[in-house]
């Protein structure tokens, strides 16, 4: 019984630093282009921390299982009458609601509250979803077809609206998604944090992401943030021009 | 062969005077929905009763004595058989072919989606087989562990001759081809295209296909819910003398926990279909934006198909527990807690629904409920991982091939749980929801594990159902080959997802072309290993080694009859004096039969050597 701690042990440990390295130094997270990007990111980090140990504790059973406890003469006998261990069962438990309850707070509540939490805004830009297109409309009125141009460094509020069937507004650079369900007007806040456009990240795109018909895949509209200067300028030649 | 003739004639003729009825009586066109659900329903009718329906039921409506197929061989396959041993085979053959069919329908997706653009199909067809697709795999994962080994298995488990209600059980079954006629017919009526989840209101404004999707899954919900039923009952009243709920065997436990959520919430999905429905054809407007409400459906949909989540993967953790002690030779490490997770995870699993809706627009008070619920189950969840893990520790690990599946069942669920995490949690969900990474992650949960205990379950109970070995070589090649083909083919779809690319989509930006080519690779790949086991399964079955009555020497009933069991399982009522994982204990014994004293003796010898 006891002589299996000290392997898995190490298994445990070396497999949770390794991954932890990974971790560390491999992201797979794509460029950040909002504060809310910044939150999602921070938290996905958390999680794959946190996930490492226990998956690394999974994975060092597994590895002993074959190196260490397998019936190597084939001696078909049975293996130690342990049914169970009251002292282990409560700890694991107390262990894993304690890591659940951390990870409700954090990221859960704390991300939560800095996503969707105070509802203000700098500017609000209305998105209408259709099959299979996005029309944007800003706050003086103007409206665009062809792209959706946004402020960086303000906060903006984004009513999203369906005239059909269900549609998904989703920038996968501010890492914000919000549903256009028809009958209701859906919001979503994001702060911009630098400019640029879809030619730099083709991520820095609505896209819609919930499946609406034939055109689904193809329903995007490119992005781009400006300063704000350049953004109320755009808006007044918008509503000039139109 | 002849009553499934008769079922077939019947059923065309149904079907044909639905039809008429509704072009006579309302004066639509034949293909008008109303004539669609009219011949579907009289044709299924039909099908019942000429499969066999008569002669069980019918007869006995008219004060005769009913009758079901008495056949032996493999006519009895095709025959209303009352047998839970057939049913179970039933189940499993209709179901794997399914999965075949299924697989080749992602074959297709993966060819698509190894470069962007439009190639081998269009991106309407493309939402078509995706909508497919995932339904068919649904009800495999749904339906697979729990009807053919539930059916074949628990009622042996528990000591009894057969279910509680077997007219009804092979009733249950019969259902079910007309669930995949109805569901692979519906490309004739312009197919469904509004995803296995058929949201509406475009499930309401698309082509007529979707009007057979809803008869179909409605008649699937009946599958599952009368199979449930006939589960619950069969545990709760068919116990052998001495089965008291503390011996009860872990796929039994498992089984009845699917059963007691399948009968509670399998309606559901039924209703939303039939709001649906009547949306469409009766003028109803339940969805509609300027009458009804947009998220209603989301909600009653999510109320079953949360659920339905672990009512595919509870009867993994039987087969996967079960499978675990007897490869390791151990008790099942903490019997009681495993019970009590399972119990509390049907529990848990009907309050957390809306962890599907974080981005619905729902009513923000809501995020902080359902995420505080979705995180809790990970804590009975925890309790099977103790238990798999406790169990190894220190075994004598026998890795035959159901074990090396087994493995890889561990492996996939574990990272299908953590990635659960990161959808539980709001933040990160808002970004990750309805993108690649909720693909991958519930293929792990599902395929990783519902598929893989449906695999693992179908090695370990082989020899039992057939007699006759399977070639282990070949087994473990497929058991390693499936596990790495499939890592090959989800891992890249996680970064996929998390790096913009959103899901049922037939084309996409260029940039996740690397990470799609490698998994349309990968997928291909995992796709041909299933040659390999289908081949080994079918020419094993006929050629393979007598396996004798025991081969794992393991010490559930199951294993201490003949291999295939005798007609009632049986020759006399087992008595259950001991606890079925007593592993290392000198002289236990779970079950002895009173008339052969000297048999029980062998098994003993057996079991404990
Ligand atoms: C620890 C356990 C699990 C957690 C915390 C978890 C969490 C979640 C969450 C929050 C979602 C919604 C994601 C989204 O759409 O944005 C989700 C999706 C899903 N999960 Fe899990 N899950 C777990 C286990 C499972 C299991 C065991 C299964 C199946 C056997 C499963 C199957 C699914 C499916 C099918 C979906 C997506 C359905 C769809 O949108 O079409 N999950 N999971
Ligand atoms: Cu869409
Ligand atoms: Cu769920």
Known sequence: ?242 | MKYVARGLVLAVTGYLSGVALTVIINGNGATDELAVIAGYVLALIGWLAGVGGIEAFGRQWIGKTPKVSESQGWKRYFEFSIDHKVIGIQYGVTLISVLLIGGLSAMIMRIELASPGMGVVDLDDFNKIVSMHGILMVAVAVAGVIGAFGNYVIPIQIGAADMAFPRLNALAYWLLPPVAVGLLGAPFLGAFNAGWTSYAPLSVTNDSGQILFNLAIITFGLVSILGALNILVTVITMRAPGMTWGRLPIFTWAGFATSLLAFTVTQFFAAALVLVTMDRVAGTAFFSPDVGTGLLYEHIFWFYSHPAVYIMVLPGFGVILELVTTFARKPLFAYKAVVAALLSIVGLSVVVWAHHMFTSGMADFLHGPFMILTEAISIPTGIIFLSIIGTLWQGRLWFRTPLIVAFGWLFNFLIGGITGIFLADVATDIHLHDTYFVVAHFHYTIVGGAIFALLAATFYWFPKITGRMYNETAGRIFGIWVTLAFNATFIPLFWAGMNGMNRRVGDYPAAFEGANKFASVSALILGASFLLFVGNLLYSAIRGPKAGPNPWNARTLEWLVESPPSQHNFHSQPRIVGHPYDYGVEGSIHAHFPDEEPHAEEQREEVTV
């Open chain 1, 1 to 242: 019984m006891r002589k299996s701690w000290i392997p898995v042990g190490i298994l445990w440990l070396s497999y949770s630093v390794l991954m932890m390295f990974a971790v560390a130094n491999f992201s797979w997270l794509p460029a950040e282009w909002s504060e809310e990007a910044h939150v999602v990111d921070s938290a996905m980090l958390l999680l794959q921390y946190l996930g490492a140990p226990v998956m690394a504790l999974v994975l060092a059973v597994m590895t002993w299982s074959v190196i260490g406890w397998r019936d190597k003469g084939a001696t078909r006998q049975d293996g130690e009458n342990i049914h169970g261990h009251r002292g282990i069962v409560t700890g694991w438990l107390i262990i894993t609601s304690l890591l659940a309850i951390y990870v409700v707070i954090n990221p859960g509540f704390v991300g939560l509250a800095e996503i969707r939490g105070e509802p203000s805004s700098d500017h609000v830009i209305t998105l209408h979803g259709q099959q299979f297109a996005w029309s944007v409309e800003y706050e003086n009125g103007a409206t665009a077809l062809d792209e959706l141009v946004v402020p960086a460094d303000a906060r903006v509020r984004y009513d999203v609206m369906s005239a059909d069937v269900l549609h998904s507004f989703w920038i996968p650079a501010f890492r914000i998604k919000i549903d256009a369900v028809p009958g209701l007007t859906t919001q979503a806040y994001a702060t911009a944090t630098r400019e640029g456009s879809m030619n730099d990240d083709v991520n820095l795109r609505i896209q819609c992401a919930e499946l609406c018909g034939p055109g689904h895949a193809r329903m995007a509209l490119p992005v781009r943030v400006v300063s704000e200067q350049e953004f109320l300028t755009y808006i007044d030649n918008l509503k000039a021009g139109g």
